[in-house]
């Protein structure tokens, strides 16, 4: 599947480094040219011989090398490959590629090319969750860099976590994936995604809500506009970035979600990720409520319409698959079964939302599936649990899987 493609790979100073000659053995072995640029810090690591030795070319490492700029020059290097490949890709290398910095072959070479790129990061855990890291990875996705990784398990240094490279199978996948023409499985379907919180006022400055941030349905919209989806999502208050290519309504409460869920049908597919108050006071207060001798003042909760029942039990326009999320704190699966019953949906997403597990508001997420194998009516209902992953590829097998479903095809995964 490699056969005449060239991969100039980049070989970073990590304890990783060893890895990549087992990628490029197996690069090589999959029919593809392999160039390497061995930085300072891989020279650290592994050897300009083992490298040349494997990949069947001279090793490039030094920017001011006249003989190579007469050649062919640092900039034609990086531009004769069909990918770019840094692996391992360190916190250091990542920061100079989101700040187009460039003070080696190596960063030159990137900043120089036409050609995608591909990444797979290697470091230390709490590099890899430092603020600074996450705002390079944020950078580096949005210029169209593809990222495969990291791994979470032991580390060198003895910390466990995510932060190992991936292993060199998987980068080679992901190589093929990046040279493969897109698969856009859900071209011509419309989908509609719930995300965020729902603010329900008590008053003018004081409102019920939750913990959600939203970024599990922001990237469930984005992986299915990927698919080829034309999307719709309506997001409830939220400090994130509308997704590219995405019909994005912004709401305050649960009411007001429901209005715009409404109004976007029909569609294809519906995937209700928001965390939806459940109650809202009867009658919030025109003016901020004040403290008084009398205590609290009493506030009566009446129920919020139940935006995914409503729809899973639509006798016109109920889209061909509804999907729900549990949101649970305890009995998970058991929750997740009732409700999936109770709301007449298609398929149910259960996660544990427990404050140990940190999925409130954080970057990750362990996920459980839940799906009817024989419609809505049935009672069969097949449980899938899969491992702890960012939730950027929680949303990317979602995708996979309702496209599998729907149309039999696997769009080209979000790497």
């Known amino acids: 599947m490699l056969s005449g493609k060239r991969i100039l790979l980049i070989i970073g100073g990590g304890i990783a480094a060893y890895k990549s000659l087992d990628l490029i053995r197996r690069l090589r072995a999959g029919g593809a040219t392999v160039r390497c640029i061995l930085t300072a810090g891989g020279g650290q690591f592994v050897t300009p011989l083992s490298v040349a030795s494997l990949s069947g070319d001279k090793v490039y490492s030094e920017l001011f090398d006249l003989m190579n700029e007469a050649e062919m020059g640092h900039i034609q290097l990086s531009r004769d490959a069909d990918l770019l490949v840094v692996a391992p890709a360190t916190a250091d290398l990542m920061a100079k590629m989101a700040h187009g910095l460039c003070d080696d072959l190596a960063t030159t070479a990137l900043l120089a090319t036409d050609?995608?790129?591909?990444?797979?990061?290697?470091?230390?855990?709490?590099?890899?969750?430092?603020?600074?890291?996450?705002?390079?990875?944020?950078?580096?996705?949005?210029?169209?860099?593809?990222v495969v990784g990291p791994n979470e398990g032991d580390m060198a240094c003895g910390e466990y976590g995510p932060g190992r490279m991936a292993e060199p199978d998987e980068i080679v996948a992901a190589v093929i994936s990046a040279l493969s023409p897109p698969v856009k499985p859900l071209a011509g379907l419309r989908a509609l995604v719930t995300s965020g919180p729902t603010h329900e006022p008590i008053d003018p400055v004081r409102y019920i809500a939750n913990r959600s941030s939203g970024k599990q349905g922001f990237a469930i919209a984005a992986a299915a506009q990927a698919a080829g989806a034309d999307v719709i999502l309506v997001t409830g208050p939220v400090d994130l970035d509308d997704p590219a290519g995405v019909a994005v309504k912004h709401v305050e409460s649960a009411r007001d979600m429901l209005e715009q869920v409404e109004a976007s049908?029909?569609?294809?597919?519906?995937?209700?990720?928001?965390?939806?108050?459940?109650?809202?006071?009867?009658?919030?207060?025109?003016?901020?409520l004040k403290k008084t001798a009398a205590g609290m003042p009493p506030l009566q909760l009446v129920e919020n319409p139940d935006i995914l029942a409503t729809i899973s039990k639509l006798s016109d326009k109920r889209p061909p698959l509804v999907i729900g999320f549990a949101a649970e704190t305890e009995h998970l699966i058991d929750n997740a079964r009732a409700k999936l019953a109770r709301k007449g949906c298609d398929w149910i997403v259960a996660n544990d939302v427990s404050p140990a597990t940190g999925v409130m508001g954080g970057d990750r997420n362990t996920v459980h599936l839940l799906t009817r194998d024989g419609g809505a009516a049935s009672t069969d209902i097949k449980v899938e649990s899969w491992p702890v992953m960012g939730k950027e590829q929680v949303a990317t097998e979602l995708v996979a899987r309702i496209a599998s479903s729907l149309t039999g095809k696997t769009p080209e995964k979000t790497l």
């Open 265 to 288: 049908l029909p569609v294809d597919i519906a995937i209700f990720a928001a965390a939806v108050a459940d109650w809202r006071v009867a009658n919030a207060g025109e003016q901020k």
């Open 115 to 146: 050609k995608p790129v591909l990444i797979a990061p290697a470091m230390n855990v709490r590099m890899w969750g430092h603020a600074a890291t996450q705002r390079n990875l944020a950078t580096l996705r949005g210029d169209g860099v593809a």
